[in-house]
């Protein structure tokens, strides 16, 4: 694929990762750069197309989204003590250096190392349409390749990309299989750059998926393609009691299905947080955040997203480890309503202000059990309304009983609600996976999963069971 290619990346499936019910496969290169090529063309028109229509705009919003962390770091840069090696100093990007070398890898092409695994899967869904009186089951193929590689320019400074590249046959709906490729979530290609007392990132993790059981608000959808690409860079500066980072991204959404054009959008987004070393184990510190959205089309609202909060992380136990935050969150919408595809306007809440909270806690029982818990309560863009309000709950437990052989058990509750919209809906959501995988030889590994999802709607006609079962081989070269 060329230099082209070292601009994603994505999930492997290396030796110890829980493995996935997802299929890889080879795929046509020529295609898949095309595919790529194309996107990215269409990355760079809108971010143009944006940049001349909210300069004004955003000039006079990002002053304020720096201002929080600068006018608290500064008493804490005076008061700094040497408490533990630098997070940003040469120190530390030896041993980031050191890590990289003990990944496995399976060709070394000069300084660069490459590992590379090929996933195949199949998988029956009852359901690929989320709908509730008429479901439609088929199976599915997912073919996969993941391609990892990292590469020392210098002794302080790395090149990592990781990317994944599928395909999806499904092998009675053939409407429904994928546009060109796809993408894996966590694909990136990310470049670390270590300064004195800064350790300043730059990434960007693009995304092309088509499965629509990842958004909650959809139903009676097959086909959710969408392309999202975040880039951006991120600085962190090491005071030792303190730590400072500050992010910027620009985030583009692509539909890659005309139904859901609508959705199409630029946002530029800001991150903060301060965090402070109160004692051996703990931290405290302040976050806050700022998003500017800008739809391509005017069926829902630009908006302006900001928070502010303060969290605390604590090591309670060699093998407790508990993250706690909370804070408020302001939504200011340009309108008070919003309009479908043939221009008729609804009522939307147009402002929001509202606390947002959340805590994980993770947990290591024995040498056999590991489970993480998650809570919290949100407000996030709605699909067809202008934001929906979430809570939610996620639990995950890891068994390793059996040598070579992992057990994991997931269960999630989200409840959602609507601002308005063409679909004011008030839903629950809540389900379940058995994940199995098992280590054959040193370079194949196999899985299976079963995977259950319900929603409960109070709109007629938007709810939905889904039972999803899969088993996958996967050969790590």
Same mark, same amino acid.
């Given at each position: 694929? @060329?230099?082209?290619?070292?601009? *994603?990346?994505?999930?492997?499936?290396?030796?110890?990762?829980?493995?996935?019910?997802?299929?890889?496969?080879?795929?046509?290169?020529?295609?898949?750069?095309?595919?790529?090529?194309?996107?990215?063309?269409?990355?760079? +028109?809108?971010?143009?197309?944006?940049?001349?229509?909210?300069?004004?705009?955003?000039?006079?919003?990002?002053?304020?989204?720096?201002?929080?962390?600068?006018?608290?770091?500064? +008493?804490?840069?005076?008061?700094?003590?040497?408490?533990?090696?630098?997070?940003? @100093?040469?120190?530390?990007?030896?041993?980031?250096?050191?890590?990289?070398?003990?990944?496995?890898?399976?060709?070394?092409? @000069?300084?660069?190392?490459?590992?590379?695994?090929?996933?195949? &899967?199949?998988? *029956?869904?009852?359901?690929?349409?989320?709908?509730?009186?008429?479901?439609?089951?088929?199976?599915?193929?997912?073919?996969?390749?993941?391609?990892?590689?990292?590469?020392?320019?210098?002794?302080?400074?790395?090149?990592?990309?990781?990317? &994944?590249?599928?395909?999806?046959? *499904?092998?009675?709906?053939?409407?429904?299989?994928?546009? &060109?490729?796809?993408?894996?979530?966590?694909?990136?290609?990310?470049?670390?750059?270590?300064? &004195?007392?800064?350790?300043?990132?730059?990434?960007?993790?693009?995304?092309?998926?088509?499965?629509?059981?990842?958004?909650?608000?959809l139903s009676n959808v097959v086909d959710y393609g969408r392309f999202e690409n975040t880039a951006g860079v991120s600085v962190l500066w090491d005071l030792n009691k303190a730590l400072l980072t500050v992010g910027y991204d620009h985030y583009i959404y692509v539909s890659t299905v005309s139904d859901f054009d609508y959705l199409n959008r630029n946002a530029e987004e800001i991150s903060e947080s301060l965090s402070i070393a109160v004692a051996s184990n703990t931290s405290v510190g302040l976050e806050g955040s700022s998003v500017f959205t800008y739809y391509d089309q005017h069926l829902l609202n630009d908006s302006d997203t900001y928070s502010i909060g303060a969290f605390v992380e604590s090591q309670l136990t060699n093998y407790l480890k508990v993250r706690g935050a909370a804070g408020y969150q302001w939504i200011n919408s340009d309108r008070g309503f919003v309009v479908d595809a043939f221009g008729t306007p609804f009522a939307d809440k147009s402002d929001l202000s509202t606390y947002y909270a959340n805590i994980l806690i993770t947990h290591r029982i024995n040498a056999t059990l590991h489970q993480t818990l998650s809570a919290g309560h949100e407000s996030q863009l709605g699909v067809d309304s202008n934001f929906i309000m979430l809570n939610y709950i996620r639990h995950?437990?890891?068994?390793?009983?059996?040598?070579?052989?992992?057990? +994991?058990?997931?269960?999630? *509750?989200?409840?959602?609600n609507d601002s308005g919209g063409f679909i004011d809906e008030h839903l629950h959501r809540f389900g379940g996976a058995l994940t199995v995988g098992y280590q054959l030889t040193p370079h194949v590994t196999l899985g299976a999963r079963y995977q259950y999802t319900q929603k409960d709607s109070d709109v007629v006609l938007r709810s939905y069971d889904q039972n999803r079962v899969s088993i996958d081989g996967t050969y790590s070269f």
């Amino acid at each position: 694929m @060329g230099d082209f290619a070292c601009f *994603y990346e994505g999930n492997s499936c290396k030796k110890g990762r829980q493995p996935t019910i997802r299929i890889q496969a080879c795929c046509n290169h020529r295609g898949v750069v095309l595919q790529l090529l194309t996107l990215t063309s269409i990355d760079l +028109s809108m971010s143009r197309l944006f940049i001349s229509h909210s300069r004004e705009r955003f000039a006079k919003c990002i002053a304020l989204s720096f201002l929080f962390p600068l006018l608290c770091i500064v +008493s804490i840069a005076q008061a700094q003590d040497a408490i533990r090696p630098s997070l940003a @100093g040469e120190s530390s990007s030896e041993a980031r250096r050191q890590d990289i070398e003990q990944i496995p890898y399976n060709l070394l092409v @000069g300084p660069v190392r490459f590992r590379l695994s090929a996933t195949m &899967g199949v998988e *029956y869904n009852d359901n690929i349409n989320l709908s509730e009186t008429n479901e439609q089951s088929d199976v599915i193929l997912r073919p996969q390749m993941n391609f990892d590689a990292s590469w020392p320019l210098t002794q302080l400074n790395t090149l990592k990309m990781d990317i &994944g590249l599928g395909y999806s046959f *499904y092998l009675d709906h053939s409407s429904a299989n994928t546009n &060109g490729v796809l993408i894996s979530p966590g694909s990136q290609l990310s470049f670390d750059i270590f300064i &004195g007392d800064f350790r300043i990132n730059i990434h960007e993790r693009p995304s092309l998926q088509q499965d629509p059981i990842a958004e909650l608000q959809l139903s009676n959808v097959v086909d959710y393609g969408r392309f999202e690409n975040t880039a951006g860079v991120s600085v962190l500066w090491d005071l030792n009691k303190a730590l400072l980072t500050v992010g910027y991204d620009h985030y583009i959404y692509v539909s890659t299905v005309s139904d859901f054009d609508y959705l199409n959008r630029n946002a530029e987004e800001i991150s903060e947080s301060l965090s402070i070393a109160v004692a051996s184990n703990t931290s405290v510190g302040l976050e806050g955040s700022s998003v500017f959205t800008y739809y391509d089309q005017h069926l829902l609202n630009d908006s302006d997203t900001y928070s502010i909060g303060a969290f605390v992380e604590s090591q309670l136990t060699n093998y407790l480890k508990v993250r706690g935050a909370a804070g408020y969150q302001w939504i200011n919408s340009d309108r008070g309503f919003v309009v479908d595809a043939f221009g008729t306007p609804f009522a939307d809440k147009s402002d929001l202000s509202t606390y947002y909270a959340n805590i994980l806690i993770t947990h290591r029982i024995n040498a056999t059990l590991h489970q993480t818990l998650s809570a919290g309560h949100e407000s996030q863009l709605g699909v067809d309304s202008n934001f929906i309000m979430l809570n939610y709950i996620r639990h995950t437990l890891s068994w390793n009983l059996i040598r070579n052989t992992l057990l +994991s058990t997931e269960f999630f *509750y989200e409840d959602a609600n609507d601002s308005g919209g063409f679909i004011d809906e008030h839903l629950h959501r809540f389900g379940g996976a058995l994940t199995v995988g098992y280590q054959l030889t040193p370079h194949v590994t196999l899985g299976a999963r079963y995977q259950y999802t319900q929603k409960d709607s109070d709109v007629v006609l938007r709810s939905y069971d889904q039972n999803r079962v899969s088993i996958d081989g996967t050969y790590s070269f």
